[in-house]
């Protein structure tokens, strides 16, 4: 065969390899999106059991290249959006579900039949200061309490006989409550006041059921929103 002929040769394996690369890469992918689909299916019927809602639920499969961890019916990782999320009546801004270790029995896109099982999963919800400042309100007593964020700090504003108070606040969780500690209060505002305030600051804030009963873990500050972090283990999602 002359080298002109074998290099006609080697270019045609060169473009029929890039060919079944790039059809691999069409199969993988199409292959996923309907996974993908069908797991933000699963998700919002779970969801729906905790009384939670969205405007739209979305399937993101992470790791390297769908079918091959389809073939061991475990990936790596799987993102899960929630835009615009409502959970026990309360209006979020956003929930992200980050599911390590996830099994996926292959029957799922077949029959459409079994169980999805997650070894982790790291919530985080966000909700405006004002929504917060709700829950806070109701489970502290002090009415008129109102949550901001100012200069990246939350802080608490509220009328204690007839005295105005403006003062940052620090969030944490304690015991699956979040507490807010006092900042600084300004010297003129009598001792009692303050004691008030504070001690009733003390109480918590009590945070209904989270999205797939996630136990709280953590609370901060992010932009203009308040986050807050659960975890569950071992969850299910049924088809």
Same mark, same amino acid.
């Given at each position: 065969?002359?080298?002109?002929?074998?290099?006609?040769?080697?270019?045609?394996?060169?473009?029929?390899?890039?060919?079944?690369?790039?059809?691999?890469?069409?199969?993988?992918?199409?292959?996923?999106?309907?996974?993908?689909?069908?797991?933000?299916?699963?998700?919002?019927?779970?969801?729906?059991?905790?009384?939670?809602?969205?405007?739209?639920?979305?399937?993101?499969?992470?790791?390297?290249?769908?079918?091959?961890?389809?073939?061991?019916?475990?990936?790596?990782?799987?993102?899960?959006?929630?835009?615009?999320?409502?959970?026990?009546?309360?209006?979020?801004?956003?929930?992200?579900?980050?599911?390590?270790?996830?099994?996926?029995?292959?029957?799922?896109?077949?029959?459409?039949?079994?169980?999805?099982?997650?070894?982790?999963?790291?919530?985080?919800?966000?909700?405006?200061?004002?929504?917060?400042?709700?829950?806070?309100?109701?489970?502290?007593? #002090?009415? *008129?309490? +109102?949550?901001?964020?100012?200069?990246? @700090? /939350?802080? %608490?504003? $509220?009328?204690?006989?007839?005295? !105005?108070?403006?003062?940052?606040?620090?969030?944490?969780?304690?015991?699956?409550?979040?507490?807010?500690?006092?900042?600084?209060?300004?010297?003129?505002?009598?001792?009692?006041?303050?004691?008030?305030?504070?001690?009733?600051?003390?109480?918590?804030?009590?945070?209904?059921?989270?999205?797939?009963?996630?136990? #709280?873990? *953590?609370? +901060?500050?992010?932009?203009?929103?308040? @986050? /807050?972090? %659960?975890? $569950?283990?071992?969850?299910?999602? !049924?088809?």
């Amino acid at each position: 065969m002359s080298s002109r002929g074998r290099g006609r040769g080697l270019r045609r394996l060169i473009v029929t390899l890039v060919v079944l690369a790039v059809l691999a890469v069409v199969v993988d992918r199409a292959a996923a999106y309907v996974a993908e689909n069908q797991l933000a299916s699963m998700a919002e019927k779970e969801a729906a059991q905790y009384d939670v809602r969205a405007s739209s639920t979305s399937v993101k499969i992470g790791g390297f290249g769908f079918l091959p961890q389809l073939v061991n019916e475990n990936f790596s990782k799987v993102t899960l959006t929630m835009d615009d999320p409502t959970f026990s009546g309360i209006p979020g801004e956003d929930l992200k579900v980050d599911l390590r270790d996830v099994h996926v029995p292959r029957s799922l896109l077949t029959q459409q039949s079994g169980a999805v099982s997650i070894a982790t999963t790291d919530l985080r919800l966000q909700l405006s200061p004002r929504e917060l400042g709700r829950l806070a309100a109701k489970s502290t007593g #002090l009415e *008129g309490l +109102s949550l901001a964020i100012v200069d990246g @700090a /939350l802080r %608490a504003k $509220v009328s204690v006989r007839g005295i !105005d108070i403006d003062v940052p606040i620090t969030p944490r969780v304690m015991e699956g409550r979040v507490v807010l500690a006092l900042g600084e209060l300004s010297s003129s505002i009598p001792s009692y006041v303050r004691n008030a305030v504070k001690s009733q600051l003390a109480r918590g804030i009590t945070v209904p059921e989270l999205p797939f009963g996630a136990q #709280l873990t *953590g609370i +901060s500050v992010v932009d203009n929103s308040v @986050a /807050l972090t %659960a975890a $569950v283990k071992d969850l299910k999602f !049924d088809a």
